[in-house]
């Protein structure tokens, strides 16, 4: 058993508590959050679970070999450095930082000192991402032949979307939160995993009013391994959560939709799909899990990490804050 501390009880903290019950090597043991009311629920729910009575008190914990932090981003790299000198494992909720050079930092001790650290990009252990990599990757023999364009559409009907009411204010605020860093983010993940960095050339950006409120529209054009990207994003949709990244070829596209939804087209031929969206789903969720475990013990693992992470959000943070060149 790998023992899991677990700090940040909102919406992400227990959808990881329910995703590790019964688990077979991975083991939540210790728990913690500022608010004692969501505290008290979350060990009414899972009585074996034992609190700790600060983050700090928890990361000193005996016998833990990970910690996954949960929290809204502002102390994610103070909770991730402490988690390293207690010689533990991380696995940090994104977006990574609300300070770059805090990151960078940390990322830096994690590459001298040769730390385990990752950041929860699910789609990392997915089908998409695999079938992307082996049609456009560096290694790919261009099945579909050269790449010509990728899209991104999302669309919520409202953010923050209804699940994540409990999540707090500072989702739905400029400073930390908004559609872009949350979902969008995601995608530029797995853009720039497949191609490397992207450039940002146009970015139009609408706030509310109020001077808090986090983004309600994005359109944008970037650049990455010479492939032009187009973005469209808002509030305004029919469905909670709808989005699409569709990659068009020479010969042929392959779109994923609905997260794991994926389906292939070859010029001439019928849409192929490799599975539907919760089927792919819960295995990429199986296989996420898998490489935690390997990051645990010290072995090969597909999860982003920190230095992957800070630059997928370094994108984003261009976004929002385009200016055009004079």
């Known amino acids: 058993m790998l023992s899991i501390g677990v700090v ?18 991975l083991r939540v043991t210790r728990v913690w959050d500022e608010n004692p009311e969501v505290l008290r629920q979350v060990l009414a729910h899972y009585p074996l679970l034992r609190a700790a009575t600060s983050a700090e008190a928890l990361i000193r914990e005996p016998g833990l070999h990970g910690l ?23 696995l940090c909720e994104k977006p990574l930082t609300t300070d770059f050079d805090a990151a960078r930092e940390c ?22 991402l695999a079938q992307l990599q082996l049609a456009f990757g560096a290694a790919s023999r261009r099945p579909l032949g050269a790449l010509a364009s990728v899209g991104i559409e999302l669309r919520f009907a409202a953010w923050p979307r209804p699940w994540q009411a409990g999540a707090g204010p500072w989702l739905s605020q400029r400073a930390e939160g908004g ?8 995608f530029i993940f797995v853009l720039q995993r497949v191609l490397g960095p992207a450039r940002v050339t ?18 944008a054009e970037l650049v990455a391994s010479g492939v032009p990207v187009t973005i469209s994003a808002g509030i305004g949709g029919e469905r909670a959560d709808d989005n699409r990244m569709i990659w068009r070829a020479s010969e042929g596209e392959i779109e994923l939709r609905d997260w794991f939804g994926v389906t292939q087209q070859r010029q001439g031929e019928r849409v192929q799909s490799l599975g539907d969206a919760e089927t792919l789903r819960m295995n990429g969720m199986t296989d996420q899990l898998a490489h935690w475990a390997a990051m645990l013990e010290g072995r090969s693992h597909s999860l982003p990490g920190f230095a ?10 261009s ?4 200016t055009p060149a004079p």
């Open 8 to 25: 940040g009880l909102g919406v992400m903290g227990q959808r990881m508590l329910a995703r590790l019950a019964g688990h077979a090597r």
């Open 68 to 90: 996954y932090i949960a929290t809204p981003p502002g102390p994610h790299i103070a909770l991730s450095q402490q988690a390293l000198d207690a010689g533990l494992a991380v």
């Open 107 to 128: 990322i830096a001790r994690i590459e001298r000192e040769r730390q385990r650290a990752a950041v929860n990009y699910s789609l990392a252990s997915s089908t998409g």
């Open 179 to 186: 559609f872009s860093r949350e979902v969008l983010s995601h």
């Open 202 to 219: 146009r970015s139009e950006v609408v706030y509310p009013d109020d001077g808090v409120g986090s983004e309600t529209s994005l359109e």
């Open 308 to 317: 992957e992470a800070l630059a997928v959000q370094a994108t984003i943070e």
């Open 319 to 322: 976004l929002l804050k385009y």
